[in-house]
């Protein structure tokens, strides 16, 4: 069965990065785009960007360009999201969702359980 | 800045019909768009339920439904049951690689 699974809790100071990881499973990792998206405390969800696991091609939100890197890793079925720069702002949980429709288009389906990423004020 | 918007709360009875509605400042919403609809309940992850507008999961219960209606996207629920209580948000697709999500719904079954 397809599974989404995603790295521990992390809690990091004003000004670090933090790096989150998403492993695949009950697929064929490099056949679906996987996108990355924030939900902060009691607020809605945020689209950040998404990967190509096949050839490591990216796309980021405007908001975002500059600040996050998405990566993967091939031989590990794992893709990463790295957030720099970190502020109180950026306190909430972070998810990897698979995408599986063609170019053109979006269709999520299965997503990661979530990781907290918590920056103190 | 492109705004999606969605009613912030909505109130159903259990058994009754409940349409939730999803508009972008660009203009009407179409087909194009491919309008994604998730549910999302307290402490887990959004649950995917609707994807280029129209289509289900394997999972999605039938009483969910995606549609367009008058430039908008919606999704309504037919038979309302008391776990349909959750966050719903719809995600449209703009082209350019580039998304948003609605602000998300929070829907009452009362």
């Known amino acids: 069965q397809v599974q989404l699974v995603q790295s521990g809790a992390e809690v990091k100071m004003p000004g670090a990065s933090v790096k989150v990881s998403c492993k695949a499973s009950g697929y064929t990792f490099t056949a679906y785009y996987i996108h990355w998206v924030r939900q902060a405390p009691g607020q809605g969800l945020e689209w950040m960007g998404w990967?190509?696991?096949?050839?490591?091609?990216?796309n980021y939100a405007q908001k975002f360009q500059g600040w996050v890197t998405m990566t993967r890793d091939p031989s590990l079925n794992t893709v990463y999201m790295e957030l720099g720069r970190l502020t109180y702002d950026d306190t909430a949980v972070y998810y990897c969702v698979r995408d599986t429709a063609p170019a053109g288009r979006w269709d999520f389906d299965y997503w990661g359980q979530g990781t907290l990423v918590t920056v103190p004020s | 800045q492109t705004v999606v918007t969605q009613e912030p709360s909505v109130t159903v009875s259990p058994g009754g019909t409940v349409t939730l509605t999803c508009t972008s400042s660009t203009g009407a919403v179409t087909s194009a768009y491919y309008p994604n609809w998730f549910q999302q309940k307290p402490g887990q992850p959004p649950r995917s339920l609707i994807y280029?507008?129209?289509n289900k999961h394997s999972w999605t219960p039938a009483r969910f439904s995606g549609s367009l209606l008058g430039g908008k996207a919606a999704l309504t629920v037919s038979g309302v049951q008391p776990e349909d209580e959750a966050d719903y948000y719809c995600l449209l697709y703009y082209g350019g690689a580039a998304g948003m999500f609605g602000g998300g719904t929070k829907l009452t079954v009362l």
């Open positions: 280029g507008t129209t």
């Open positions: 990967i190509n696991p096949n050839d490591g091609d990216t």
